[in-house]
């Protein structure tokens, strides 16, 4: 666990976003995420996330890039093992959407139900309205 919540907070403290293609709604676009960590694709989950819109010119590094992503791909490895451990992802389901009021900022919570567990997992995914594109937001 420690290693995911090491990888969300650096993701937070760049305020990596993953962009949207087309007119993707919060709710497919947290539950291609939360999919793509269960289903072990750290290099979906990658393409998902842009550094380019939450680092700051002076900070994008290739060794920074490098960092992040090892500790993506950690945090997708670990999501993998959980799925395999409760008999794969059964169901990804929308239990609820908060939205601010000015309509550019949500959040959204999902229950991951698995094969083998009767207990889901709840997972949440903030998002940003950026130039008319929801992304994610760590």
């Avoid at 087309?22 to 269960?38: D, F, M, Q, T």
């Avoid at 060794?63 to 945090?75: F, M, Q």
């Avoid at 094969?115 to 309205?129: A, D, G, M, R, Y």
Wanted: aromatic share 8%; with cysteine.
């Amino acid at each position: 666990p420690r290693i995911i919540y090491a990888g969300l907070f650096i993701c937070h403290l760049f305020l990596l976003s993953a962009c949207s293609s087309g007119e993707k709604s919060p709710e497919v676009l947290g539950e291609e995420l939360i999919a793509a960590l269960y289903n072990g694709d750290s290099s979906q989950v990658i393409a998902l996330v842009n550094l380019d819109s939450g680092l700051k010119e002076n900070n994008k590094s290739p060794e920074l890039t490098k960092v992040i992503n090892g500790k993506l791909e950690a945090a997708t490895r670990h999501s993998r093992n959980k799925a395999i451990q409760n008999g794969g992802v059964k169901e990804i389901m929308v239990t609820r959407k908060d939205m601010d009021t000015d309509q550019n900022r949500c959040t959204v919570y999902y229950q991951i139900y698995f094969n083998k567990n009767p207990q889901p997992h709840t997972e949440k995914v903030s998002f940003l309205k950026e130039k008319g594109h929801w992304k994610i937001v760590f």
